[in-house]
C-alpha cells in the first residue's frame, strides 16, 4: 500500500520472473476454478448423472428451477431469510465487541482470548454438535429459561424458531469479523478524538463523526464478504437440522448439495449453482454501486487497493 | 482522575460479557462428562463423571479409533499449511513486488476470485477427480493449497508485502541481487509474521472445511475428525456424552495453535493492513 510510486519511473519489467512466481495461483486459476467454471456453465444446460455423457437439454434446467421446483423457491426464502437477519446482527455485534476490546485496560489479552475463543471453534462440526444438544427440548437454554418461569420449546424442532437457533449461532462466530474492525479501529488516529473532546463533542457524537466513516471501508469489506458467506452457509444446517423442521432451514447450499451429490443431477445442481453466482452478483454489484454514498476513503493511504 | 474510573466501568462491562460469551464451552467441558440422564440438567458439572465418554467415544468406531482419525487430518493439515504457505509467499511477492504485464489484470482477476462462491466450481471439480480416480483420496483437498487456493491469503501477503520500504530491494539490487535473490534474501525473511499468520488460518479452516472432507472422503479408514464426528450423528440414538467429548477434543489442535499463536492474530491481521 505503500511505496507504489517511488521510482516507478524506470522499474525494470521483470515478465519471466512475474510469472514464474505467480504461476502457483495462475496454473491453479486456470485449471482449477476458470476451466471447472466454464464446465459448470455448460453443464448447468445439460443432463448429466456422471454415469453417462451430458446430454443438451438447452434452458430446461433454468425452467424447471424458476417455474415448478418449490424447494428452490422454499430454500431461496429460508436463504434471504438468514441473509437478511444474519448479516446485519453479525455486523452489529462484532463492531460491539470490537469497539469494547479496544479499550486500553488491564488484563485486556484474557478477555480477548475469552471473547474470541467461541469463534476460533464456531465454524466446526463440534460445534454444532453443541448446538443441537443445547436448545434441544430438554437442553441447557430450557433449564435456564424455566428459571425464568419460560415455559420452553424444542428450539430446532419448531419450525418457526430452528432458523433463528442458526442465526443465532452465526452470530456467536463473530470473530473473525470482530478482528478486521479491531485493525481498523486501531488505526483511526487518536487526536481525532482528542480534538473532538476539546470541541465538547459526547461519546455518541464521536461515535457518529469519527469512528463510523473512518471504519466504513472496513465495514465495506466485512459486509461484501458477510453477504457472501452468509449465502453459502452449509455446515451447520446440515448438521443441525438437516434442513428440517418441514424444510425451515432448508438452504440453497443444502439444495444444491443434495441434488448434485445425493441425487446426482450434476446439470441441474450446475444451474443451481449458476443462479447462486448470479444472486450473490447483483448483492456485490448492489454493494459496490451504494458504497460511493457512505464509505469514505482519507485522502492519503485509505485508498490503496 | 477520571481515567482510572472508565478503567473500573471497563471490567465491569468486560466480566460479564466475556463470561457470557465463554459460558457455553465451560458447560460443554462438564457436559462431556455427564452420563446420558444428567446431560438435560443445567448444572455445570456432574454428580458422577464419565470417564467413560472419553474412552468409549475414542474407540467408538469398531475399525478404527479417534487416533486414526486425528492422524489422518493431521497428515492433511500439514500438506495444506506447506502448500498455503509456500504459495502464498511466492504469488505474493510476484504481485506485491515484480513488474510484469497484465499483472494488473491478473491482480483484479484474483480479488474477483475471493468473492466466487464455491458452489460454481465444485460439480466440475468433482467430476474432475472423479474421471482421474482421485476421490476417496486426499488429493483433492490438498492438492488446491498448492495452486493457490488462498487467494485471501495471497492478498493478506501482497499488502503486507507493500508496506516493506521499496529502499531495501533496491540497495540489494545496487549489491548485484537478482529478483530471486531479493526474495530469498529480503522480502522472504521479512514477511515471516504474515506468513504465520498465512499458516495459522489455513490450519483453522482446513480443519473446519467439513465440506469438501464430506464430499471427497468416503472409506472409513481415511476420515478425518469432522467425519468421524459425523459417525455418532448419524446414529438413531446419538450417544450424547461420547459424541460431546469427541467434539471437545477435537477442538484441542486449533485453541493449541490458538494459544502459542495469539499474538498473530490481531497483530498479524492489523499489520497487514486490510482496510478497505
Known amino acids: 500500500m505503500f511505496g507504489r510510486k517511488s521510482g516507478s519511473g524506470k522499474r525494470f519489467q521483470h515478465n519471466t520472473a512475474g510469472y514464474l512466481f505467480i504461476s502457483p495461483w495462475l496454473i491453479g486459476f486456470l485449471l482449477l476454478t476458470l476451466w471447472p467454471i466454464l464446465q459448470s456453465l455448460y453443464l448447468s444446460f445439460t443432463e448429466y448423472s456422471l454415469l453417462d455423457s451430458p446430454v443438451w437439454v438447452g434452458t430446461d434446467n433454468y425452467s424447471t428451477i424458476t417455474t415448478s421446483d418449490r ?7 429460508v436463504t434471504f431469510t438468514f441473509v437478511l437477519f444474519a448479516v446485519p446482527i453479525k455486523l452489529l455485534f462484532s463492531l460491539l465487541v470490537a469497539m469494547l476490546l479496544n479499550k486500553n485496560v488491564k488484563g485486556m489479552s484474557i478477555y480477548r482470548t475469552l471473547i474470541y475463543f467461541p469463534s476460533l471453534i464456531g465454524g466446526s462440526i463440534a460445534v454444532a454438535a453443541l ?46 469479523t470482530m478482528v478486521i474492525f479491531l485493525a481498523g479501529l486501531k488505526q483511526i488516529p487518536k487526536d481525532l478524538y482528542e480534538s473532538a473532546s476539546v470541541d465538547g463533542a459526547g461519546a455518541f457524537r464521536k461515535f457518529y463523526n469519527i469512528t463510523l466513516p473512518m471504519l466504513s471501508p472496513v465495514m465495506f469489506f466485512n459486509l461484501v464478504l458477510g453477504i457472501i458467506n452468509a449465502f453459502q452457509m452449509f455446515t451447520s444446517a446440515f448438521v443441525i437440522t438437516s434442513g428440517g423442521p418441514a424444510n425451515s432451514t432448508y438452504m440453497y447450499v443444502l439444495f444444491l448439495y443434495e441434488k448434485a451429490f445425493r441425487q446426482y443431477q450434476m446439470g441441474y445442481a450446475s444451474a443451481l449453482a449458476w ?31 | ?65 479417534f487416533a486414526k482419525f486425528f492422524g489422518n487430518t493431521l497428515v492433511m493439515e500439514f500438506w495444506n499449511v506447506l502448500g498455503g504457505v509456500l504459495t502464498a509467499a511466492l504469488v505474493g511477492y510476484g504481485f506485491g513486488r515484480l513488474n510484469f504485464r497484465f499483472r494488473n489484470f491478473w491482480f483484479s482477476v484474483l480479488l474477483m476470485t475471493l468473492m466466487l462462491p464455491s458452489q460454481v466450481t465444485i460439480v466440475p471439480q468433482y467430476i474432475l477427480y472423479t474421471k482421474l480416480g482421485l476421490t476417496d483420496s486426499y488429493i483433492p483437498l490438498i492438492l488446491p493449497h498448492f495452486f493457490g487456493g488462498g487467494a485471501f491469503f495471497i492478498f493478506l501477503v501482497v499488502q503486507f508485502i507493500r508496506g516493506i520500504p521499496r529502499e531495501l530491494d533496491e540497495a540489494a539490487q545496487i549489491d548485484g541481487a537478482s529478483v530471486y535473490g531479493i526474495f530469498f534474501r529480503i522480502i522472504g525473511p521479512l514477511i515471516k509474521p504474515a506468513l504465520y499468520t498465512v499458516g495459522i488460518f489455513t490450519f483453522l479452516w482446513s480443519w473446519d472445511d467439513f465440506f469438501a472432507q464430506l464430499l471427497y ?18 446414529q438413531f440414538e446419538v450417544q450424547w ?13 486449533s485453541a493449541v495453535i490458538f494459544f502459542l499463536a495469539q499474538k498473530h492474530f490481531v497483530e498479524g491481521i492489523a499489520t497487514t493492513g486490510i482496510k478497505g
Do not use: C
Request: aromatic share 16%; charged share 10%; glycine share 8%.
Open chain 1, 275 to 305: 443462479i447462486l453466482l448470479l444472486i450473490i452478483g447483483v448483492f456485490t454489484l448492489i454493494n459496490f454501486t451504494v458504497s460511493k454514498y457512505w464509505v469514505h476513503y482519507e485522502a492519503e493511504g485509505g485508498k490503496s487497493r
Open chain 2, 241 to 253: 456424552g461420547q459424541l460431546l467429548a469427541m467434539s471437545l477434543l477435537s477442538v484441542v489442535p
Open chain 1, 131 to 176: 448446538w443441537r444438544n443445547m436448545f434441544g427440548l430438554e437442553g441447557y437454554i430450557n433449564h435456564i429459561l424455566s428459571w425464568f418461569g419460560i415455559q420452553g420449546i424444542g428450539w430446532i424442532a419448531n419450525p418457526d424458531t430452528a432458523l433463528g437457533t442458526l442465526i443465532l449461532l452465526n452470530a456467536w462466530q463473530f470473530g473473525s
Open chain 1, 71 to 77: 424447494l428452490f423457491v422454499k430454500s431461496l426464502v
Open chain 2, 217 to 234: 472422503l468416503s472409506s472409513v479408514e481415511k476420515f478425518t475428525v469432522g467425519l468421524g464426528l459425523r459417525m455418532f450423528i448419524d
Open chain 2, 1 to 65: 482522575m477520571t481515567e482510572k474510573q472508565s478503567s473500573w466501568k471497563n471490567h465491569l462491562l468486560l466480566i460479564p460479557f466475556s463470561l457470557l460469551m465463554i459460558y457455553p464451552v465451560i458447560w460443554w467441558i462438564g457436559a462431556s462428562l455427564k452420563s446420558q440422564t444428567e446431560l438435560s440438567l443445567p448444572t455445570l458439572w456432574p454428580d458422577k463423571f464419565m470417564w467413560e465418554n472419553y474412552t468409549n467415544g475414542w474407540t467408538y468406531s469398531s475399525q478404527y479409533t
